[in-house]
């Protein structure tokens, strides 16, 4: 049997796939469709799911919020933490990871806040840690703009350390519980920290006992040569899009060696790739729901909303029938800029939306029944040599036959090829379900 690899979903607190006939209605604002997302996900022995999150209402696309306020793209957004508390508190084994971002909230509260939630999902809690990449998210937390993107990763590792240090103020036996002496924490076991940084400072120690994981775990998806680094000395897991099995291991490769400059094992850091697989019950049934899916009137528009409002370009601004007229920079989310751009192929800017969804989502194509497509997953994978993948929302917007697809189809065609884990063993926690394999 070949080794399994690690399954992994990504989706937001937004509106589902609202006007589709699988969707919800657009109105998931309760938790409840999500709460079933995530059960979904448990039954199928996913690693863990992760809830997405930005903290503005994008602007870039045409210069204003009209289209993304339309179509529902980014926005509206719900906060991700209370939704995984949620869904933590619907399941027993799954993995639940929010992102919190360091350009928002104060290092402090993002340890208290992490550290309450690993204690209530006993264990199975992970940071997803973004530093956000929008002006206009900066602009909600008193900023002007975006600091440059090297700051931000400078700033992030400080913070991380901060964060790090509040976690470690309390020893993992402080808590005594001596119901005969009185004591419930032993006070030599708990000290401040006086951190005090280039950007932040805390005195600490942290209000909170020391959780399951004594720190969650870190999940991170810097793309950038700077994200990466960043990831590599920080993350359990890093999420990655590239374009193909080639660049897919070069990337592995890249973030495996940067950990090994740090001292780290890089074993210890699982790398999931992002796919957004199409699925039928025949390879033409799936074929053909995917022509269907990107000749849609309004597929163009949505990708390139998305797209803008993540990388703070106006693509309105291009010809959809040309090449890009040239290599377009980005303070923004550079990774994303480049895997949507493939510059030098050539392509135009529609053949680039239309082509593997704008390569927004899907680091190969995936298209075809379950047997099909879980073939290709594990050959994939063993041309990358590892860690798994992230299974993608097509064009961030969920609804139940996706859902469907992937943990009734898919998922049991991996695990009759040894390719997916099948039980989990019970009472894990995150990090340790990710050191599995
Ligand atoms: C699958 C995936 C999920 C991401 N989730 C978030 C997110 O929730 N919030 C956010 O601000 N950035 C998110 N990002 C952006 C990354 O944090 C990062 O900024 C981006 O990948 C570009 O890398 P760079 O910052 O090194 O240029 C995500 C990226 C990917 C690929």
Redesign the pocket.
Known sequence: MPTPFHLAF?L?FTTDDWQGPFGNGGNPWDGEFHIGVARALERACFDYV?I????MVPETYGGSAAAALRQAAIAPKHDPVPLAAAMGKATSELGIVA?L?TLAYPPFMTARLSSTMDSLLRGRFGW?I????EDL?AQNFGMDQLPP?EQ??EMADEYVDLVRQLFDSWDADAVVLDRERGVFADPDKVRPIHFRGKYFASRGPLNTVPSPQHRPAFV?????P???A?AARNADSV???ANGPEEMKRFRDDVRAKAADQGRDPDSIKVLF?VTPTLGETDAEARERHERMVNAPEFIQDVLVQVSA?TQIDFARFDLDQPLPHRLETNG????LDQFQQWGSGKTLRQLVVENAGGL?SSVELIGSPDTVAERMGEVMAEVGGDGF?L?TPLLRLNRRYIADVTEGLVPALQRRGLARDRYEPGRTLRQRLLEF
């Open positions: 990504i937001n992760i997405e999150d930005k903290l992102t971002s997803n973004v530093t956000s990449a998210a993107r931000r990763y991170q998806a810097g793309a950038s700077r994200g990466r960043f999420i990655a899009i992002c993540l989310e550079k990774g994303t989502v992230m993608t």
